[in-house]
Each structure stands twice: as structure tokens, then as C-alpha cells.
């Protein structure tokens, strides 16, 4: 070994010390052949050289990405470059950002809500559901104010915070979505496509409502036709979307009756 090798070589203290492992687990990575020093000093003693820091850099990372050791071995025994190996860890790292990046939204979102215990305020709704939200809400309590429908909504509904509100217009877009998704795709309203998303709907007013039974959801149903106002607000997001709702649920009420 000449004196330029040993500048370019480092013991398995230094290599511990530098990429912060432990000198057992590299024993250990050296007992298994996943990472065997290369050189040796001249009293014997083995050396990692930069082939072999290389190597276990990119243990290192895989490891750190969850990789088994067995997988770890078998990538690096692989005939591929560098280049290649940091390829691989770049999208897998760039997975996990967006994985973490999601999993931060529905913390801050559950967050918002634990903070948030205050009932949403009356501007809250009118910025979520539009300026005429509470007068639709009024003729709704004259018309069913009495019924066990809408009293169950109020009791599930009367704490229910911005968040929650927040949720709740996300969840109706996405219903929404699922109708509009079918229409454009051509399907018709008996199709399997549509009963699942006004099974989807039946589901959403039971989970967040009332209790909402094939049944009254096709008594439901009517109202999208027979009330311009309902008809109206469907419409307005796709042009017969009234119609297309309310066959789509009377086809599932009946799938699910069957």
C-alpha cells in the first residue's frame, strides 16, 4: 500500500465517526458482505476506501428509506452506476416528500379543528355555501322543522366547527364531482357508475345529517325536481344535472332494495 493509498483510505473508527453509524453495525454489514473493506493497513488492520465509502453511502440512504438489507444488497450487487443508484433514491425520497407533504395537510386540518371549538359563525357559512344559504336554511325549518329528519340534523349539525364546515363543502363538491364525472363520461343515470355516486351521496346525508334510508333518499330525490330552487342549484353546476341526480338515486334505491 503506498503512502498516496493510505491519505485515501479510512479505519472503521474514522468511517463510524464520519457517517454516523455505529463501528457494530459496520462489523455487522462487513459479517453478512454487504460492505467488506477493501484495503488493509500495514499492521493488518482493514481500511475502507472511497469505492467502499461510496458503497456505503448508498446503504446508508437506502436504509434510510426503508429498504431491507437484503433489498439494500441486492440493488448494489446490481450492475448499475452511481448515477443510477442516486436516481433511484431521488424518486423514492421524492415519494416520501409528497407523502409527508399530504400528511402535514391532514394534520393542520385536524389541528384547525381541535383549536377551532367555537360553533361557526353565521359569516363562516355565507363564505362556504353563499349569500342565500341561511334563507334556504329558514324555509327548510318551516317546511320540516317538526319531522325527525331535520331534528337529527340539528343535533349533529349545532356543533359543528368552520372545519368541520370546511369538510363538509369539500365532501358535497366531490359528490358533485362524482355525478358530473359520470355525465361527462356518457354513462346514464341506471348505469353502475352513477348509483355509486348517489349511493355515495345516500351515505354522506346519513354519515353527516340523518338517517337516510333508500327510500327517503328517493323521497328526497323528488324534491331536485319538483322545487325550481333545488332544480336551479343543480342546474347550475351542469345543465340537467336535476334530472341526472335524481334518476341516478331512484336506480340505486332500488339496487339497494333489491
Request: overall charge negative.
Amino acid at each position: 500500500m503506498t503512502e498516496g493509498t493510505q491519505l485515501t483510505t479510512l479505519t472503521v473508527g474514522q468511517v463510524a465517526e464520519q457517517f454516523d453509524v455505529t463501528v457494530r453495525t459496520l462489523h455487522h454489514y462487513d459479517e453478512i458482505g454487504l460492505l467488506t473493506p477493501s484495503d488493509r493497513s500495514r499492521a493488518g488492520y482493514r481500511l475502507y476506501t472511497p469505492e467502499d465509502l461510496t458503497r456505503l453511502q448508498h446503504v446508508v440512504v437506502y436504509r434510510r428509506l426503508g429498504f431491507a438489507l437484503e433489498e439494500v444488497a441486492l440493488l448494489l450487487d446490481h450492475p448499475e452506476s452511481a448515477a443510477q443508484h442516486l436516481r433511484r433514491q431521488r424518486a423514492a425520497v421524492m415519494t416520501r416528500l409528497d407523502e409527508m407533504r399530504d400528511l402535514v395537510v391532514a394534520i393542520d386540518r385536524a389541528l384547525e379543528r381541535e383549536m377551532n371549538d367555537q360553533p361557526v359563525t353565521t359569516e363562516d357559512m355565507k363564505e362556504l355555501f353563499g349569500e342565500g344559504f341561511y334563507d334556504s336554511q329558514d324555509e327548510a325549518e318551516q317546511r320540516w322543522g317538526q319531522t325527525d329528519a331535520w331534528k337529527q340534523s340539528q343535533q349533529r349539525t349545532k356543533n359543528y366547527t368552520k372545519a368541520d364546515w370546511e369538510q363538509v363543502k369539500a365532501e358535497s363538491d366531490a359528490l358533485h364531482k362524482g355525478f358530473t364525472d359520470a355525465m361527462d363520461a356518457g354513462e346514464p343515470a341506471t348505469s353502475v357508475v352513477a348509483m355509486d355516486a348517489a349511493e355515495a351521496h345516500r351515505i354522506n346525508i346519513n354519515e353527516r345529517y340523518y338517517d337516510c334510508s333508500p327510500q327517503f333518499h328517493r323521497n328526497l330525490a323528488d324534491l331536485y325536481t319538483s322545487d325550481p330552487r333545488f332544480t336551479a342549484t343543480y342546474d347550475e353546476i351542469r345543465e340537467g344535472m336535476a334530472f341526472y341526480v335524481r334518476d341516478a338515486i331512484y336506480a340505486n334505491a332500488d339496487r339497494q332494495e333489491a
